[in-house]
């Protein structure tokens, strides 16, 4: 096993050891976990040299809006490579009932997107009363 105070950075010299109780202990527990990259030493250390502590939180109440707005831009890049590939055919046959053909595919695919942009409308506004109410 290795002995910890090698470790230690050389202009940090003093090693000092202290006790906490319970309350003490989880209330500095809380920080560290709102503080992910750090460890209890450090957070001591920062506490002592009085430097500001930062504490990261992350707001989950929207993690489903977003993990659907991720979904919607997904299909909606899929549709519209379909929507390139059925132009890429429209233009590659000269017979005009083909070319209808594929602009008729091409159609329902860009339907199919109107949806998609109404439900992004409608998250984008969710999350625009949040954000630009404040």
Do not use: C
Not at 8 to 34: C, E, I
Not at 36 to 45: A, F, H, Q, Y
Not at 67 to 74: N, V, W, Y
């Amino acid at each position: 096993m290795r002995d910890k105070r090698k470790n230690r950075p050389r202009n940090l010299p003093h090693f000092l050891s202290t006790a906490v109780d319970d309350p003490t202990y989880l209330k500095l527990r809380g920080l560290l976990d709102q503080n992910p990259g750090n460890d209890m030493s450090n957070l001591i250390r920062t506490i002592l040299t009085d430097r500001p502590v930062r504490v990261f939180t992350r707001d989950t109440t929207y993690d489903n809006l977003l993990d659907e707005l991720a979904r919607i831009r997904t299909e909606i890049r899929r549709i519209g490579v379909n929507i390139n590939q059925v132009t890429r055919q429209v233009n590659s046959f000269p017979e005009p009932q083909r070319k209808t053909f594929y602009a008729k595919l091409a159609f329902d695919q860009y339907a199919a997107i109107e949806l998609k942009i109404d439900r992004l409308l409608v998250i984008t506004a969710q999350l625009a009363r949040k954000w630009l109410s404040a």
